[in-house]
Nanobody, 120 residues
Framework: VQLIESGGGLVQAGGSLRLSCAASGLPFGTYTIGWFRQAPGKEREFVSGISRSLDTYHSNSVKGRFTISRDNAKNTVYLQMNSLKPKDTAVYYC???????????????WGKGTQVTVSS
């Protein structure tokens, strides 16, 4: 199983980025995909998730600014991040699990992450 994140980079505050998580080696359409992030010196935290039935859930810190979607034909989940703030700076990881969305890190598979840096 592989999860590969892409789309990170450096952006100014107020800007946007779209992250992608491309999966292989698993029945993608039956898995929940979550996005997490980890800033230097902080614990990894849940950001957003999308279930196989297209239910979505976002943390309060990103609600209204981030949107999650999936394209099962491409085995890819997208995280559209708008109105970015310096506090959004972190390494962003995608993760997969076969059941419903959870906010803890109990996911079966993880990507290696992509860096997002938001300058003020």
């Amino acid at each position: 199983v592989q999860l590969i994140e892409s789309g990170g980079g450096l952006v100014q505050a107020g800007g946007s980025l779209r992250l992608s998580c491309a999966a292989s080696g698993l029945p993608f359409g039956t898995y929940t995909i979550g996005w997490f992030r980890q800033a230097p010196g902080k614990e990894r935290e849940f950001v957003s998730g999308i279930s196989r039935s297209l239910d979505t859930y976002h943390s309060n810190s990103v609600k209204g600014r981030f949107t999650i979607s999936r394209d099962n034909a491409k085995n890819t989940v997208y995280l559209q991040m708008n109105s970015l703030k310096p506090k959004d700076t972190a390494v962003y990881y995608c993760a997969a699990r076969p059941d419903w969305i959870i906010v803890s890190a109990q996911y079966d598979y993880w990507g290696k992450g992509t860096q997002v840096t938001v300058s003020s």
